[in-house]
Nanobody, 124 residues
């Protein structure tokens, strides 16, 4: 079974920082890309940032609303993706979900996997 487990969410005041982590584990053959999405109350899930694996030919991508404040990074050897969030704003409040596009060992095709989500609340 493939699992994505997020950690690092919590309550922070405006202007504060959090670092989210996501570990992908299980029967994984290859990970093409990992990323972060978020879903605020009453809104659809939206992309926050994505990062490809080395050699994938892509580049990091960020939502306009987080550019200059958030940084995505990966440790490919550990199948881990991070999201450093600085200068947090109340509008960043959401459940943040880790996503991975990967090929499980039981298949020869790529599958999207999602973590359970971690709550980030930015409030005074």
């Amino acid at each position: 079974q493939v699992q994505l487990v997020e950690s690092g969410g919590g309550l922070v005041q405006p202007g504060g920082s959090l670092r989210l982590s996501c570990l992908a584990s299980g029967s994984i053959f290859n990970i093409y890309a990992m990323g972060w999405y978020r879903q605020a109350p009453g809104k659809q899930r939206e992309l926050v940032a994505t990062i490809p694996s080395g050699g994938s030919g892509g580049s990091t991508k960020y939502a306009d609303s987080v550019k200059g404040r958030f940084t995505i990074s990966r440790d490919n050897a550990k199948n881990t993706v991070y999201l450093q969030m600085n200068s947090l704003k109340p509008e960043d409040t959401a459940v943040y979900y880790c996503n991975a596009l990967l090929v499980p060992r039981y298949a020869d095709y790529a599958v999207d996997y999602w973590g359970q989500g971690t709550q980030v609340t930015v409030s005074s």
